[in-house]
């Protein structure tokens, strides 16, 4: 399902499926067929290629009960790419994972970090937006994962998160910055697979986030006048309690852009983030407040 969820808009083969995913050609007609005669699969009646199928799209509407608020952020992402020209996504935290859920106004389905159900470590500096309004228990977690791939503590790295953190909270949003780690990841992303492999996206992910805690990730001082290299722009959204729900995000952004850019993008998403905590709390009945 990982294959073909990164891959929505095309077709596999049998043969092709067989040699993806290192199974015998009898085992994956097995699953295919079984998954095609439940409706997670399409077969073409013509090409044999197989897609997926309308049963994923009932599967994946009662998933998002798990993220109420989704429903309502759909209309202003799209309509916020539109507008801005710029890629637009939803973030939301399932256990150790931060799943991109929703993607808007991509041009390219698989551009960086923009694809399609990819999963990365809630782990520092990953999730900042996240971490920046949750409690002080689950942020010295989050600190502390960030280095247990070191051999020794790193008083540098612990003071450049814990600022990155206040500077989110702060501001109300997120800013990080294109880096070699980025470059790596979505290259190895974007590379065609001979066999497709969850342990080996997983463990590119993992080095991902430990490469960018060697590089100045977080956007921590925004100056006038300056302009940067700038990956993505979230800010949280809230719903039925003090952390948030979602983080809603601005990125696909291919020049550099200047800091009252950056400021003018942040405040539409926050605007967008407002109302759709709003939409939510009205139509669903959460309470009307959150941590400031």
Excluded at 87 to 104: D, I, M, P
Excluded at 129 to 152: T, V, Y
Aim: hydrophobic letters at 40%; aromatic letters at 8%; proline letters at 5%.
């Amino acid at each position: 399902m990982d294959l073909f969820m990164s891959h929505p808009s095309k077709a596999f083969g049998l043969t092709e499926l067989t040699r993806i995913l290192g199974l015998n050609k009898a085992t994956c007609h097995a699953i295919l067929s079984t998954m095609a005669r439940y409706g997670f699969l399409a077969q073409d009646p013509r090409s044999k290629a197989y897609r997926l199928g309308p049963s994923i799209a009932a599967a994946g509407i009662a998933a998002f009960a798990q993220f109420p608020v989704l429903e309502f952020a759909r209309p202003e992402l799209e309509a916020l790419g539109r507008e801005l020209k710029l890629g637009c996504g939803v973030l939301g935290r399932s256990g150790e994972q931060l799943v991109l859920l929703a993607n808007y106004g991509i041009p390219q389905p698989l551009h960086f970090p923009y694809q399609q159900g990819l999963r990365l470590p809630a782990i520092a500096p990953l999730g900042a937006c996240f971490i920046a309004w949750s409690s002080a228990g689950k942020l010295n977690q989050w600190l502390h994962a960030a280095q247990a791939h070191l051999g020794e503590w790193d008083e540098e790295l612990d003071k450049r998160l814990r600022i990155s953190v206040i500077g989110i909270r702060a501001r109300g949003f997120e800013v990080t910055l294109i880096s070699d780690a980025e470059r790596r990841f979505e290259q190895e992303l974007a590379k065609p697979k001979e066999n497709w492999s969850l342990e080996e996206v997983a463990d590119h992910a993992r080095r991902y986030r430990e490469q960018l805690c060697e590089s100045n990730y977080h956007l921590d001082r925004i100056e006038k006048g300056r302009r940067y290299h700038v990956a993505n722009i979230a800010v949280p959204v809230f719903g039925d309690g003090e952390e948030p729900e979602l983080v809603i995000s601005a990125g696909s952004i291919s020049n550099p852009i200047s800091a009252e850019d950056i400021l003018a993008v942040a405040q539409r998403l926050q605007h967008a983030a407002e109302r759709i905590t709003e939409a939510a709390r009205a139509t669903l009945g959460f309470p009307g407040h959150h941590a400031e």
